[in-house]
């Protein structure tokens, strides 16, 4: 076993900073599509049918030209003050310290690292839906769809913990693009099988079900409930802007690493816009008034079990990735200020490497060892107290949607372009941002709503 005192940056030879960027195109596109296409996909079609034919596929579409501007104008805001030679933010937070101030550095950084432990919180949730999901699906073939085919969630939620104990040892982003292309892969196929599996059961039908109205209620403010919480789902299924500078800051340059992130967003948003309506779309016009809260584990499916135990197998290879997308950055966040505050802790600082038989050497960091376990313990144990998929997304998608994919970006983007008060683009981009706020107000009202009145109920 050997010591290396200093703290492991990059292997390779290094940028200006000591870090090897070598994202591409294809990576970058990888990455953001591990992070989008996630759990959120699942609740769409219940979301559909919440809001009906005509406010549901609007708002997909209208989420994806929001999320998209949102990344346009974060995209500018990797470097500052100029987009192209300014000095590098290697994170979100790292932005809105240069252009922002200290006030509201410390309340981006409340809501983003509580965002990305909720969206941990609802992968492991998912996980343990997928991994029930199998094995129900394997009951209902053997023993009839009327079996008491009922198995808990504690034990698969304590399984993919167990796995992420030891995912959560990769270094950083910049050693993540295998499984983030792993990940996307597996997020195609789990939405082409939902796509596919809700075309075929409309044809079977051989009508289109659902209504205008969407699903029916006993009164109006059970309606209103539960469309926004459909908009509160809605919103965690799309944006990214809270690990945008992340992925980002793994990109080679020259081009210009904002020219690159700029058509990777426009490409992976038209890519999980297609996903999202198709899996939203038809699964309302396969169920109707009956459609499941998650589309693959909700069992409006029966048969092919195989291609159903197929789509929820790539949900949880899938999430394995997503999980370390949206844990990495609070990592990178914790140790870096561990860092700083004990230069020369070898608790801290010290790697430790170790030599295992037919495997590469081991690096080992203790602070490393023991925070990423302890973070990984307490997703699960969280998500195993509060166990309501679509409640738990709705909560996630309000509280992240306004300020971190909306208010920020624009605030950054007036900063970094010096756009004056009362200019027309100033007054556009403000009336965007109220637009959001109050979206993000019903949404998350709805969820907590029904998060409770599930809690309760």
Not at 110 to 118: A, D, I, M, S, V
Not at 331 to 348: C, D, I, L, N, Q
């Amino acid at each position: 076993m050997a010591v290396d005192h200093s703290l492991e940056l990059a292997d390779g030879s290094n940028d200006d900073d000591g870090h090897l960027r070598t994202g591409t195109l294809r990576s970058c596109v990888a990455h953001i599509i591990t992070a989008v296409i996630g759990s959120g996909v699942l609740s769409l079609a219940w979301s559909t049918a919440q809001l009906g034919w005509i406010a549901g596929p609007a708002s997909l579409l209208c989420f994806a030209i929001v999320t998209y501007v949102s990344s346009f104008l974060l995209a500018d805001c990797y470097r500052s003050p100029d987009p192209i030679n300014g000095k590098r933010n290697r994170s979100y937070i790292d932005a809105v310290r240069l252009n922002l101030g200290k006030t509201q550095t410390w309340f981006c950084g409340l809501l983003q690292n509580l965002t990305f432990y909720g969206t941990a919180v609802a992968y492991v949730i998912t996980t343990s839906t997928s991994m029930r999901a199998i094995q129900k699906s394997n009951c209902y073939h053997r023993e009839g769809h009327n079996a008491p085919c009922a198995y808990g969630d504690t034990k698969h939620m304590l399984l993919f913990g167990a796995v992420q104990v030891v995912m959560s040892q990769i270094p950083d982003f910049h050693n993540m693009e295998w499984l983030s292309v792993i990940a996307a892969i597996m997020s195609f196929a789990y939405s082409f099988i939902g796509f596919g599996l809700g075309f075929a059961k409309v044809i079977e039908n051989g009508r289109i079900k659902g209504s205008i109205a969407g699903v029916p209620t006993a009164n109006l403010a059970d309606k209103l409930w539960l469309a926004f919480q459909a908009l509160g789902d809605i919103a965690f299924a799309y944006p990214y802007s809270i690990i945008l500078l992340e992925i980002q800051d793994t990109l080679k340059s020259p081009p210009p690493e904002n020219k690159t992130m700029k058509m990777a967003s426009m490409i992976s948003i038209f890519i999980t816009t297609f996903f999202y309506l198709c899996c939203g779309c038809f699964g309302y016009a396969a169920f109707g008034n009956d459609t499941p809260g998650n589309l693959l584990t909700g069992f409006g499916f029966y048969e092919p079990y195989w291609l159903i135990d197929l789509a929820n197998a790539c949900i949880v290879l899938h999430l394995v990735g997503g999980y370390q997308i949206f844990s990495q950055p609070v990592f990178a966040f914790v140790e870096r200020w561990f860092t700083r505050k004990y230069p020369s802790s070898g608790f801290v600082n010290n790697f430790y490497t170790f030599k295992l038989p037919l495997l590469p050497p081991l690096r080992v960091n203790i602070l490393r060892l023991c925070f990423r376990t302890a973070y990984v313990v307490s997703t699960t144990a969280v998500a195993i107290i509060f166990p309501y998929f679509n409640q738990v997304l709705g909560v996630l998608g309000a509280l992240n949607f306004w300020p971190l994919a909306i208010y920020f970006p624009v605030e950054m983007y007036f900063v970094q372009k010096k756009i004056g008060a009362w200019t027309r683009k100033w007054i556009v981009l403000r009336t965007f941002s109220f637009i959001c706020l109050l979206v993000t107000i019903i949404g998350l009202i709805g969820s907590i709503e029904g998060l409770i009145s599930a809690k309760l109920g």
